[in-house]
């Protein structure tokens, strides 16, 4: 079955700062999210992106389909953005194990 | 528009015994799936169900089965239950030919 790796696993920023988060994954997929699991386990949708760049204020990201990865941009990060981010591929959706973020004042 | 809704929200049971969790999908969206998420994993996909008929299913054995309802409501039943079982079940709904799922709050089962 397909493979979803995601990098890096930890991530400690200050605020203010900006990341990039990556998710490879091993086949051709028609399907590409990526979530936000807040401190309560609720996954909030962040994109749909099975190809392409989209923006949603301080956070963007971009799917190369063709070479099998996508990125997740958070700019001037914040508090707020703590918290884990999962790549997600399939129909049924394949997870990543995550990237466990956490931001300081 | 309604978003997914899980009931309970919290659950304790001991070793053998069954459990039934439910979901009601998004408006407008007639294709449930569920998911185990183990204490720091990614989400497990188990099934998926649409038109009331199993639709895929994930590496997990025949006593984790599901329903879904003409109202596309669904139910994830586990039998004999293990202390392994203990995790975070999520319920996520679409619409056929839009993959994009959305998930509800979660259902918190522990097993002693």
Known sequence: GIQVEQSPPDLILQEGANSTLRCNFSDSVNNLQWFHQNPWGQLINLFYIPSGTKQNGRLSATTVATERYSLLYISSSQTTDSGVYFCAVGGKLIFGQGTELSVKP | ?112
């Open chain 2, 1 to 112: 528009e309604t978003g997914v809704t899980q009931s309970p929200t919290h659950l304790i049971k001991t070793r053998g015994q069954q459990v039934t969790l439910r979901c009601s999908s998004q408006s407008g969206h007639n294709t449930v799936s569920w998911y185990q998420q183990a204490l720091g994993q990614g989400p497990q996909f188990i099934f998926q169900y649409y038109r009331e008929e199993e639709n895929g299913r994930g590496n997990f054995p025949p006593r984790f089965s599901g329903l879904q309802f003409p109202n596309y409501s669904s139910e994830l039943n586990v039998n004999a239950l293990e202390l392994d079982d203990s995790a975070l079940y999520l319920c996520a709904s679409s619409h056929t030919g839009v993959n994009e799922q959305f998930f509800g709050p979660g259902t918190r089962l522990t097993v002693l």
